[in-house]
């Protein structure tokens, strides 16, 4: 990271409170990118939305959103302002947007995780965190994960059911899975954490976000670092 944008970081870290400086960094310490969360082709949005506040009180940074015949929409009054803290990923301009969501995540170094209640697979308690980053794919309300999404994916995860009903809901498999997995990561010794170069980089979106007429801000300081030189 350039010296410039250390410095706008401090200068825009300026702009707001002490206390708010303070719970940016806090919640920012607790965020992680060794999980993430890829969502098919959501419809619901009430669903979509719950998903995006799961994330948030878990921790998870990424959230990635494949849409193939939906359009994945937002209800503010269920996500409460959650989606402003993410960083939100979209794929829908191919014919084949699963595909490309997944090869894209492969580069980074993520194992595909297909979450079915058809597929023999780990459960929440006992999937290896050990074997590296991971991606945990959700799919729609009613039918789940395509058979493409499942014939992509390279280990598969579910949650043991006792009744006669086939599936949880997604917001619920979600936040049952996340909440766990968290809790599994906060008690390992696995480096799960975002590095500091990451916490700056989202430190300063986050400032961003939260300040007013943050862009006005940010290019006269540039405009006056520039002239300093």
């Not at 959230?63 to 939906?70: A, D, M, Q, T």
């Not at 990923?89 to 090869?103: C, F, L, P, T, V």
């Not at 995780?113 to 965190?129: C, I, M, Y």
């Not at 909440?179 to 990451?198: A, D, I, N």
Request: net charge negative.
């Amino acid at each position: 990271m350039d010296q410039l944008t250390l410095d706008l970081i401090e200068h825009m870290s300026g702009c707001v409170t002490e206390k708010r400086l303070a719970i940016l960094k806090q919640v920012l310490a607790e965020r992680t990118r060794y999980i993430t969360v890829l969502l098919e082709d959501i419809y619901q949005s009430q669903n979509a939305s719950a998903v995006l506040r799961t994330c948030d009180c878990t921790g998870i940074q990424d959230v990635h959103i494949v849409e193939e015949r939906n359009e994945y929409e937002i209800n503010r009054d269920v996500a409460l302002g959650a989606d402003r803290w993410l960083s939100l990923n979209y794929y829908s301009e191919g014919e084949d947007n699963i595909y490309s969501a997944i090869k894209t995540l492969k580069k980074e170094g993520y194992r595909i995780v297909a979450t079915s209640p058809h597929k023999d697979g780990s459960t929440p308690e006992n999937f290896d965190l050990q074997k590296g980053k991971a991606v945990l794919m959700f799919g729609t309300e009613l039918n789940g994960l395509t058979h493409r999404a499942l014939e992509l994916a390279d280990e598969y995860i579910q949650i043991p059911m006792a009744g006669f009903t086939e599936s949880y809901n997604i917001s619920v498999s979600a936040a049952i899975t996340l909440y766990t997995l968290r809790k599994r990561l906060e008690s390992s010794s696995l480096q799960w954490k975002m590095g500091e170069l990451e916490q700056s980089e989202l430190l300063l979106n986050w400032l961003r976000t939260t300040i007013k007429m943050s862009d006005q801000i940010e290019n006269k300081f540039i405009q006056n670092y520039g002239s300093d030189f």
